[in-house]
């Protein structure tokens, strides 16, 4: 049986309790840290006896707060090093105050009675200490702010190399095949399959390494309508050389072949669409 005080905190210490059980198994650090001291707190103010109520509501707050603020992390995942080191600075507030429990409790009674004033100074100053490491975390928002924060950085540094190796590899291709690529002046596009509809092939291109006439890429040319926007362009879309069956014939009758030094793609049987202008 929990005392009387403790009964609208049943929730928040079993919660607390299983937290504690699986610390191990959480990828937030200084868990079992963090909770272990909000459980020595509460039974450290059973045995206070001077401003009683004063210290039982602290603590009855302090074991809401930091149960909110775990469940919260817990729901994101690992936390960054910035607030890692709030955890601590949390488990040192808990620590200290703890401290000062245990000491009220152990303090003589005619001691407790002449610094009754005192005593009440220093749990308003725990209070505040609390509650501005409360604010460090902000348990409803700052945890998954932050962490949307470093999944936002991450997203836009991979969106960025993405972006310049797609570049890169355009501009390469351009150079490589000598087409009429090389006479549009706009930019390139670079899109889904799904999102173009071919609306009539112009011309089929088979491109080879002089060296042994391996196919190495096929380049359709298509007049193509533009998702819902319904725009027409000139699409080009190059598929590797597994993507069709081809004959060695047709690869010398076709208009456009080329030869071409290295490899342009890799054999995957993937396709790229490039819009080349606008038809419309």
Known sequence: MYPR????????????????????FTPIPHVKLVVGLVLKLLKSVDKVEKCKDDCENLVSRTAQMVFRILSEAQSH??????????VMKLA??????????????????LRRFLRQANTQARIDEYRVRLDDTFRLFDSTSLIGVQCSVDKLQNTAEQTQNLQLALSTNLRDLEESL????????????VFKRTDVDLIEPFKTTYLCRSSDGTLQCIVRSHKASLGASGQVVVVRVYEGANSVQYDAAELETTPGFEDLEGDLTSNTGTTTGIFEGNLS
């Open 178 to 189: 000598h087409s009429s690529i090389g006479e549009y002046d706009g930019d390139f596009h």
């Open 5 to 24: 005080w403790k009964e609208g905190l049943s929730h928040t210490i079993t919660g607390l309790r299983a937290i504690e059980a699986a610390a191990d």
């Open 77 to 86: 995942g690992p936390l960054s090093s910035e607030m890692e080191s709030r």
């Open 92 to 109: 040192e507030a808990l620590n200290d105050t703890t401290q000062f429990m245990r000491e009220q409790s152990r303090a003589p009674f």
